[in-house]
C-alpha cells in the first residue's frame, strides 16, 4: 500500500479528481460516466468514495483558476451541459465549491516556466492548467491529486508529493 500521509496537510486538486467528485453529485450521478476518464465503469463509484474521503480527510483542498477554468470546459464538452445544466451542477457542488481555497498562480509565473532557461524545463509541454498545479504544490506544500499519469511523473521527478486517484488511492486499498 502507498503512504498517503503528504496528503493529509493539503492537496492540490487536478481537473479530473474535481470533475468526478462534482458529477457524483450532480443529478445522483446520472452524468458520471460520461467523464469518467480511464476509470473502469464498475470502480466509478468506489472511486467517488475515495475522493470524499480524501476530501475529508485532508487540512486544505486547493484549486487554481486555471483547474476551474478546465472543469468547466470539461462539464461543457465531455458532460454535455450548457447553460441550465451548467448552472445546476454548480449549484449541486455549491458547498464543496465554496471550501476549495483558491490558490493564486499568476500567468507571468506560468510563463515563466514556458522559457528556454528556465529550470522547469520538463514543464514547458504542460498545458496551462498542469502548470499550476506545480506551481501551487510548491507554493502550497501540498501533494497534486490527479489522474493525468505524464503530470505525475512530473511531479515525482521534480520531488513534489503526487497521487493518482485510481491507481494510488483506489486500487492500492
Known sequence: TMDLSPMRTGIVIDTGPLTLYAFSAF???????????????????GVTHIIQNIFSLTRRVFVTAYVMA????????????????????????M??????EESQVGKDDVLGTKGVHSR??????????DTSIIL??????AAVLSMDERLIALCRKLNLPA???????????
Open 70 to 93: 478546465e472543469f468547466h470546459a470539461i462539464a461543457r464538452a465531455r458532460g454535455g451541459l450548457n447553460g441550465e445544466g451548467l448552472t445546476q451542477l454548480v449549484a449541486d457542488n
Open 163 to 173: 497521487f493518482h486517484l485510481y491507481y494510488d488511492c483506489y486500487l492500492s486499498f
Open 27 to 45: 443529478q445522483s450521478g446520472r452524468y458520471l460516466p460520461r467523464v469518467r476518464s480511464n476509470i473502469p465503469q464498475q470502480d466509478l463509484s
Open 120 to 129: 522547469f524545463s520538463e514543464a514547458r509541454e504542460l498545458c496551462f492548467a
Open 95 to 100: 458547498e464543496m465549491l465554496t471550501k476549495l
Open 136 to 141: 501551487s504544490c510548491q507554493q502550497k506544500d
